[in-house]
């Protein structure tokens, strides 16, 4: 596949998810309860557009993984990226510290060259 071609085909794909989303956000009043509707479309928003950089695909703009990736580049700007302090700050927020130190590895990678 062609470099062209394969644009063109992410293109398309971000024109029907667009379609669908909009579609899905039209019926949804009628369908279901407003609190999961916010929830639903929280959701599906969050997952648009991530990047994958190195191999490794950014986290939503919502949810725990994203939380610890904001905790990361915080702590990366302090110069406290070492897992010591990621632990810490792990134990002091009441994440799951196997997780984050999981996180932390793909931020790591997704980072590689400007860490």
Known sequence: MTASRATYDRSIIRNVEKNVLAQVQRQLPTLVHK????????????????????????????????????????????????????????????WNTRNTVIEFYLWRRFQSGQV
């Open 35 to 94: 609190g999961v509707q916010d929830a639903l479309t929280r959701g599906i928003a969050a997952n648009h557009e991530r990047k994958v950089q190195n191999g490794v695909l950014e986290p939503a703009t919502v949810g725990k993984c994203r939380e610890v990736w904001n905790a990361l580049d915080k702590l990366h700007a302090e110069g406290k990226s070492d897992l010591e302090h990621i632990r810490r700050y792990a134990a002091a927020n009441g």
